[in-house]
């Protein structure tokens, strides 16, 4: 099983949006509403910050929106802060009980 | 408080066998599925396993699959993964995270803090 493919690196300055891509197959973000995006501060475990393609855990920011069309899933952070600056991973159900994650993205605020 | 606390990690040889535990605290452990998920150093994360809330049910990832075992202790509230035959590959950080209940295995809303695996000879 590969991994769904993401940007190695984004950027955008404070108060802006940006949008990091996740692109996996028909086999996996294509066929399921099972995406979720963890994102991961150096040394720190990942924290859940979307689910279920476009679902907000209780706790983290309306800042942070997820969609999917087609075999792309998205993550957009509009308002950008400092404190957004980290490593942010998708992750998706591929079928026969297994699970994907993507490559990361390496999130700068600049 | 959800607490979750790996520890067993370390040096090990190629070949070699090491058992990692997650200590679970601040929730009714025996009502949670659960996941094993891996980061090689300066890597991303790789899904190793995942166990339900009984046990009953086990899914491990191909690269791993007939080398590690993962179980549960409900009455112990913790987490175990069995590792054997480890190669050099293997060498990653190794988290237990939680499954949100009524939720996919894909969304995990406790990670622990990790425990680093690392084989080399």
């Known amino acids: 099983q590969s991994a769904l493919t993401q940007p190695a690196s984004v950027s955008g300055s404070p108060g802006q949006s940006i949008t990091i891509s996740c692109t996996g197959t028909?086999?996996?973000?294509?066929?399921?509403?099972?995406v979720s995006w963890y994102q991961q501060h150096p040394g720190k475990a990942p924290k859940l910050m979307i689910y279920?393609?476009?679902k907000r855990p209780s706790g983290v920011s309306n800042r942070f929106s997820g969609s999917k069309s087609g075999n792309t899933a998205s993550l957009t952070i509009s308002g950008l802060q400092a404190e957004d600056e980290a490593d942010y991973y998708c992750?998706?159900?591929?079928?026969?009980?297994?699970?994907?994650f993507g490559g990361g993205t390496k999130l700068t605020v600049l | 408080e959800v607490q979750l606390v790996e520890s067993g990690g370390g040096l090990v040889q190629p070949g070699g066998s090491l058992r990692l535990s997650c200590a679970a605290s601040?929730?009714?452990?025996?009502?949670?599925?659960m996941n094993w998920v891996r980061q090689a150093p300066g890597k991303g994360l790789e899904w190793v396993s995942y166990i339900s809330s009984s046990g009953s049910t086990i899914y491990y990832a191909d690269s791993v699959k007939g080398r590690f075992t993962i179980s549960r202790d409900n009455a112990k509230n913790s987490l175990y993964l069995q590792m054997n035959s480890l190669r050099a590959e293997d060498t990653a950080v190794y988290y237990c995270?939680?499954?949100?209940?009524?939720?996919?295995?894909?969304?995990?809303?406790?990670w622990g803090q990790g425990t680093l695996v690392t084989v080399s000879s």
């Open positions: 028909s086999s996996d973000v294509g066929s399921y509403n099972l």
């Open positions: 995270a939680r499954v949100v209940v009524d939720t996919a295995m894909v969304t995990l809303d406790y």
């Open positions: 279920e393609v476009s």
């Open positions: 601040g929730f009714t452990f025996s009502s949670y599925e």
């Open positions: 992750c998706s159900y591929a079928g026969s009980s297994r699970v994907v």
